[in-house]
Protein backbone atom coordinates (compact mmCIF):
# COMPACT_ATOMS: atom_id res chain seq x y z
CA UNK A 1 0.00 0.00 0.00
CA UNK A 2 3.13 2.39 0.69
CA UNK A 3 6.42 2.37 -0.82
CA UNK A 4 8.31 2.84 2.49
CA UNK A 5 6.82 -0.15 4.39
CA UNK A 6 8.34 -2.76 2.00
CA UNK A 7 7.53 -5.65 4.78
CA UNK A 8 4.37 -6.64 3.41
CA UNK A 9 5.64 -7.09 0.00
CA UNK A 10 8.21 -9.17 0.94
CA UNK A 11 6.51 -11.13 2.98
CA UNK A 12 4.28 -11.70 0.45
CA UNK A 13 7.01 -12.41 -2.00
CA UNK A 14 8.16 -15.62 0.02
CA UNK A 15 4.48 -16.85 0.42
CA UNK A 16 4.05 -16.88 -3.18
CA UNK A 17 7.83 -18.57 -3.89
CA UNK A 18 6.26 -21.19 -1.29
CA UNK A 19 3.14 -21.45 -3.07
CA UNK A 20 5.26 -21.77 -6.69
CA UNK A 21 7.57 -24.58 -5.07
CA UNK A 22 4.98 -26.56 -3.81
CA UNK A 23 5.90 -25.94 -0.66
CA UNK A 24 1.94 -24.75 0.36
CA UNK A 25 -1.03 -25.65 -1.49
CA UNK A 26 -4.42 -23.82 -1.39
CA UNK A 27 -6.46 -26.03 0.66
CA UNK A 28 -9.91 -24.22 -0.80
CA UNK A 29 -11.09 -21.20 -3.05
CA UNK A 30 -8.44 -18.97 -4.75
CA UNK A 31 -5.76 -16.81 -2.94
CA UNK A 32 -4.93 -13.39 -4.05
CA UNK A 33 -1.20 -11.94 -3.16
CA UNK A 34 -1.27 -8.64 -4.58
CA UNK A 35 1.92 -5.98 -4.27
CA UNK A 36 -0.19 -2.71 -3.79
CA UNK A 37 2.03 -0.03 -4.89
CA UNK A 38 4.71 -1.32 -6.55
CA UNK A 39 5.78 2.05 -8.36
CA UNK A 40 6.28 3.79 -4.95
CA UNK A 41 7.97 1.15 -3.72
CA UNK A 42 10.65 1.09 -6.55
CA UNK A 43 11.10 4.77 -5.68
CA UNK A 44 11.48 4.12 -1.20
CA UNK A 45 8.38 6.69 -1.13
CA UNK A 46 4.89 6.46 0.71
CA UNK A 47 3.67 7.28 -2.94
CA UNK A 48 4.52 8.65 -5.96
CA UNK A 49 5.60 12.86 -6.48
CA UNK A 50 2.97 13.12 -8.58
CA UNK A 51 0.26 10.85 -6.50
CA UNK A 52 -1.35 10.52 -3.30
CA UNK A 53 -1.30 8.18 -0.40
CA UNK A 54 -2.88 5.22 -2.12
CA UNK A 55 -4.55 4.53 1.45
CA UNK A 56 -6.43 7.66 1.66
CA UNK A 57 -8.51 7.12 -1.93
CA UNK A 58 -11.01 4.95 -1.44
CA UNK A 59 -13.86 6.92 -1.38
CA UNK A 60 -12.93 7.80 -5.06
CA UNK A 61 -13.47 11.57 -4.01
CA UNK A 62 -10.34 12.23 -6.51
CA UNK A 63 -12.80 11.14 -9.69
CA UNK A 64 -15.18 14.12 -9.20
CA UNK A 65 -12.54 16.87 -7.72
CA UNK A 66 -9.51 16.28 -9.60
CA UNK A 67 -9.41 16.44 -13.45
CA UNK A 68 -7.76 13.51 -15.08
CA UNK A 69 -4.67 14.88 -16.05
CA UNK A 70 -3.74 15.69 -12.98
CA UNK A 71 -3.85 12.21 -11.50
CA UNK A 72 -0.52 10.09 -10.22
CA UNK A 73 0.08 6.56 -10.22
CA UNK A 74 -2.14 5.76 -7.33
CA UNK A 75 -5.28 7.57 -8.30
CA UNK A 76 -5.07 5.31 -11.72
CA UNK A 77 -3.90 1.86 -9.17
CA UNK A 78 -6.72 2.33 -6.76
CA UNK A 79 -9.51 2.50 -9.70
CA UNK A 80 -7.73 -0.84 -10.79
CA UNK A 81 -7.52 -2.16 -7.32
CA UNK A 82 -11.53 -1.98 -6.81
CA UNK A 83 -12.34 -3.65 -9.76
CA UNK A 84 -10.68 -6.89 -7.97
CA UNK A 85 -11.02 -6.42 -4.27
CA UNK A 86 -14.46 -5.67 -3.93
CA UNK A 87 -15.27 -9.68 -5.24
CA UNK A 88 -13.23 -10.99 -1.91
CA UNK A 89 -14.79 -13.26 0.90
CA UNK A 90 -11.85 -12.02 3.24
CA UNK A 91 -9.02 -9.29 3.28
CA UNK A 92 -5.49 -8.50 4.90
CA UNK A 93 -3.66 -5.44 4.34
CA UNK A 94 0.10 -5.39 5.59
CA UNK A 95 1.82 -2.60 6.62
CA UNK A 96 4.77 -0.67 9.05
CA UNK A 97 5.18 2.31 11.24
CA UNK A 98 7.36 5.11 11.22
CA UNK A 99 7.93 4.79 15.54
CA UNK A 100 8.02 1.76 17.36
CA UNK A 101 4.92 -0.32 17.89
CA UNK A 102 3.63 -3.08 18.84
CA UNK A 103 1.95 -5.40 16.03
CA UNK A 104 -1.95 -4.25 15.50
CA UNK A 105 -4.58 -4.67 13.63
CA UNK A 106 -7.92 -2.77 12.43
CA UNK A 107 -10.87 -4.14 11.71
CA UNK A 108 -14.13 -3.26 9.38
CA UNK A 109 -15.81 -5.23 11.97
CA UNK A 110 -17.51 -7.06 9.02
CA UNK A 111 -18.48 -10.87 10.11
CA UNK A 112 -16.13 -13.11 12.04
CA UNK A 113 -12.81 -10.75 11.01
CA UNK A 114 -12.65 -9.70 14.82
CA UNK A 115 -12.31 -13.36 15.83
CA UNK A 116 -10.11 -14.15 13.26
CA UNK A 117 -7.89 -10.83 14.02
CA UNK A 118 -7.41 -12.37 17.65
CA UNK A 119 -5.31 -15.20 15.93
CA UNK A 120 -2.67 -13.90 13.56
CA UNK A 121 0.10 -12.94 16.18
CA UNK A 122 -1.32 -9.19 17.18
CA UNK A 123 -0.92 -7.56 20.73
CA UNK A 124 -3.69 -5.08 20.12
CA UNK A 125 -7.02 -4.94 17.93
CA UNK A 126 -8.42 -1.73 16.78
CA UNK A 127 -12.41 -1.96 15.99
CA UNK A 128 -13.26 1.65 14.68
CA UNK A 129 -10.84 4.52 13.96
CA UNK A 130 -12.68 7.95 14.24
CA UNK A 131 -11.56 10.42 10.92
CA UNK A 132 -10.18 7.51 8.63
CA UNK A 133 -13.07 5.23 7.93
CA UNK A 134 -14.48 6.42 4.88
CA UNK A 135 -10.61 6.59 2.88
CA UNK A 136 -9.05 3.72 3.73
CA UNK A 137 -9.08 -0.06 1.99
CA UNK A 138 -11.08 -1.40 4.86
CA UNK A 139 -13.68 1.23 4.88
CA UNK A 140 -13.96 0.54 1.27
CA UNK A 141 -14.12 -2.64 2.03
CA UNK A 142 -16.93 -2.72 4.52
CA UNK A 143 -19.15 -1.01 2.32
CA UNK A 144 -18.60 -3.90 -0.19
CA UNK A 145 -19.63 -6.20 2.44
CA UNK A 146 -16.41 -7.79 2.80
CA UNK A 147 -14.10 -8.56 5.68
CA UNK A 148 -10.74 -6.85 6.41
CA UNK A 149 -8.19 -6.61 8.32
CA UNK A 150 -5.19 -3.96 8.04
CA UNK A 151 -2.60 -4.82 10.28
CA UNK A 152 0.39 -2.58 11.62
CA UNK A 153 3.32 -5.38 11.64
CA UNK A 154 5.71 -2.97 13.70
CA UNK A 155 8.37 -0.05 13.00
CA UNK A 156 9.53 0.09 9.12
CA UNK A 157 13.18 -0.17 11.03
CA UNK A 158 12.82 -3.17 12.78
CA UNK A 159 15.13 -6.03 11.75
CA UNK A 160 12.33 -8.65 12.17
CA UNK A 161 9.59 -6.96 10.52
CA UNK A 162 9.80 -9.06 7.51
CA UNK A 163 9.23 -12.14 9.66
CA UNK A 164 6.33 -10.68 11.40
CA UNK A 165 4.70 -9.88 8.60
CA UNK A 166 4.71 -13.01 7.23
CA UNK A 167 4.36 -14.79 10.09
CA UNK A 168 1.06 -12.35 10.32
CA UNK A 169 0.08 -13.43 6.79
CA UNK A 170 0.36 -16.98 7.43
CA UNK A 171 -1.75 -17.43 10.22
CA UNK A 172 -4.16 -15.37 8.50
CA UNK A 173 -4.28 -18.33 5.94
CA UNK A 174 -4.26 -20.55 8.30
CA UNK A 175 -7.21 -18.59 10.59
CA UNK A 176 -9.07 -18.38 7.02
CA UNK A 177 -8.93 -21.99 6.06
CA UNK A 178 -7.28 -21.44 2.95
CA UNK A 179 -4.28 -23.32 3.85
CA UNK A 180 -3.53 -26.18 6.33
CA UNK A 181 0.12 -26.79 7.08
CA UNK A 182 -0.68 -28.44 10.40
CA UNK A 183 0.83 -25.26 11.89
CA UNK A 184 -1.58 -24.14 15.01
CA UNK A 185 -2.64 -19.97 14.60
CA UNK A 186 -0.93 -17.32 16.96
CA UNK A 187 -4.12 -17.08 19.59
CA UNK A 188 -2.66 -14.74 22.02
CA UNK A 189 -4.38 -12.00 24.30
CA UNK A 190 -5.91 -8.74 22.30
CA UNK A 191 -6.85 -5.74 23.96
CA UNK A 192 -9.42 -4.54 21.72
CA UNK A 193 -9.60 -0.32 21.49
CA UNK A 194 -11.43 2.76 19.58
CA UNK A 195 -9.78 5.39 17.62
CA UNK A 196 -11.13 8.36 19.44
CA UNK A 197 -9.25 11.24 18.46
CA UNK A 198 -7.09 12.32 15.04
CA UNK A 199 -4.79 15.38 15.50
CA UNK A 200 -3.07 16.53 12.80
CA UNK A 201 0.44 18.71 12.42
CA UNK A 202 -0.94 22.63 13.30
CA UNK A 203 2.37 24.26 12.17
CA UNK A 204 6.33 22.91 10.79
CA UNK A 205 7.06 23.62 14.57
CA UNK A 206 5.42 21.56 16.40
CA UNK A 207 6.57 19.08 18.27
CA UNK A 208 6.00 16.27 20.49
CA UNK A 209 6.54 16.45 24.18
CA UNK A 210 8.72 13.22 23.85
CA UNK A 211 9.51 10.29 21.80
CA UNK A 212 5.96 8.37 22.03
CA UNK A 213 6.05 4.88 20.94
CA UNK A 214 3.08 3.08 19.50
CA UNK A 215 0.41 2.33 21.86
CA UNK A 216 2.56 4.35 24.84
CA UNK A 217 -0.02 5.27 27.52
CA UNK A 218 -0.65 8.74 28.09
CA UNK A 219 -2.25 10.11 31.34
CA UNK A 220 -5.05 12.99 31.51
CA UNK A 221 -2.54 15.85 31.15
CA UNK A 222 -0.03 14.39 29.27
CA UNK A 223 1.56 16.55 26.75
CA UNK A 224 1.15 15.14 23.25
CA UNK A 225 3.04 18.38 21.77
CA UNK A 226 3.17 21.92 21.02
CA UNK A 227 4.46 24.81 19.12
CA UNK A 228 4.09 29.03 19.50
CA UNK A 229 0.85 29.12 19.70
CA UNK A 230 -0.68 25.53 20.53
CA UNK A 231 -0.36 22.87 23.10
CA UNK A 232 -2.15 19.64 22.94
CA UNK A 233 -2.74 17.70 26.31
CA UNK A 234 -5.02 14.50 27.03
CA UNK A 235 -8.27 14.76 28.66
CA UNK A 236 -8.45 11.22 29.45
CA UNK A 237 -6.01 7.59 29.93
CA UNK A 238 -5.59 6.70 26.40
CA UNK A 239 -2.88 5.14 23.92
CA UNK A 240 -0.34 6.70 20.89
CA UNK A 241 -1.35 5.26 18.32
CA UNK A 242 1.02 5.52 15.46
CA UNK A 243 2.74 8.84 16.52
CA UNK A 244 4.88 10.73 13.54
CA UNK A 245 5.88 14.14 13.50
CA UNK A 246 7.86 13.41 10.51
CA UNK A 247 4.52 14.47 8.51
CA UNK A 248 3.33 17.64 6.54
CA UNK A 249 1.57 20.46 8.30
CA UNK A 250 -2.33 18.93 8.22
CA UNK A 251 -1.59 15.32 8.14
CA UNK A 252 -2.08 13.30 11.04
CA UNK A 253 0.47 13.60 13.87
CA UNK A 254 -0.85 10.72 16.23
CA UNK A 255 -4.25 8.97 17.06
CA UNK A 256 -5.61 8.80 20.15
CA UNK A 257 -7.31 5.24 21.33
CA UNK A 258 -9.00 4.21 24.42
CA UNK A 259 -10.52 1.02 25.84
CA UNK A 260 -13.24 -0.51 24.33
Given at each position: ??????????????????FENR???????????????????????????????????????????????????????????????????????????????????????????????????ISFL???????????????????????????????????????????????????????????????????????????????????????????????????????????????????????????????????????
Amino acid sequence: MHGNEPCGGEALGRIASAFENRELEPAKGTIFLIHANLEATSQGRRNTPKGDDLNRLWDFGFAETLRQEAWGYEHHRVLELREVLGDLDIFLDLHSAATPTPPFGVSNGEASIDDIAKQVGISFLVQSWYGLADKVIIGFLKLAGVPALSVECGSHGDPEIVETAHGIAMNFLRATGAIEDGTKTNGNEVRTVHVVETITKPSDEFGFGCPWQGFQQLEPGTLVGRDRVTEIRVSRPCYAVLPNEDVEVGHDVIYLAVDT
